[in-house]
Structures are given as structure tokens and as C-alpha cells.
């Protein structure tokens, strides 16, 4: 069975950082993607970063590139994701999703999510 678990949410005051992980079980990161989406109220579940072993590489949503990092902790078969210099904008409930089919900022090739964890960024 695969489950994702994320942690690492919380309060933080605008200019803040917060580093979210998303610990992954049964399902191995090598030649797969893992992704970070966030939803806030009221607003469509969109994708903000990720990490394809596919490629190697790592792909950014426009609102978090030079803010936000993505990283694979293949030993832990964890995948990070540092969040610098938040703004209220960030507000939103995170969760990690992952993919054996592809990889991207879209929401088509993610077969397992994780429950989210809650992100509050005060002004």
C-alpha cells in the first residue's frame, strides 16, 4: 500500500520560511516524480513544484520560483520542500502526490496524494 504523509505546516509571519516533508511508503522515488500542490479556500488545487527522477530535474509553479526548493531524500525516501520568503498568498493546504506515469505541475499523472498539511502565512 502507498502512503504519503506530509509534515512540517504551520503559522508563520509574512517573510517567513517553513520547510515542509512528505514521507513516502511503498512507493520507490528512483525513475518516479513526486509533487507538491497547494489549494487554499475556494481555489482550484494547483501544482507548485517537482521532483522527476525521470529526468532529473526540478520544475516550479511561476509564484514560488526563487522562493521555494524541491529535494529528494531518496535514503529516507523523503522529498522536502524549503518555502522562503512566504507571503499570505501562500496560504494554502500542501500536499505532496506521486507519480509513476509521468511528471509535471499538472494534476493527471498523480496516482497517490498524501493528506495535506496546512500552511497559514500572517501578514
Known amino acids: 500500500e502507498v502512503q504519503l504523509v506530509e509534515s512540517g505546516g504551520g503559522l508563520v509571519q509574512a517573510g517567513g520560511s517553513l520547510r515542509l516533508s512528505c514521507a513516502v511508503l511503498?512507493?520507490?522515488?528512483?525513475?518516479?516524480?513526486i509533487a507538491w500542490f497547494r489549494q487554499a479556500p475556494g481555489k482550484e488545487r494547483e501544482g507548485v513544484a517537482c521532483?522527476?527522477?525521470?529526468?532529473?530535474?526540478?520544475y516550479y509553479a511561476d509564484s514560488v520560483k526563487g522562493r521555494f526548493t524541491i529535494s529528494s531524500e531518496k535514503a529516507k525516501n523523503t522529498v522536502h520542500l524549503q518555502m522562503n520568503r512566504l507571503n499570505p498568498e501562500d496560504t494554502a493546504v500542501y500536499f505532496c502526490?506521486?507519480?509513476?506515469?509521468?511528471?509535471?505541475?499538472?494534476?493527471?499523472?498523480?496516482?497517490?496524494w498524501g493528506l495535506g498539511t496546512q500552511v497559514t502565512v500572517s501578514s
Open positions: 502526490a506521486a507519480s509513476s506515469r509521468g511528471y509535471g505541475l499538472g494534476l493527471y499523472p498523480y496516482d497517490y
Open positions: 511503498g512507493f520507490n522515488l528512483d525513475n518516479n516524480a
Open positions: 521532483i522527476s527522477d525521470h529526468d532529473g530535474k526540478t
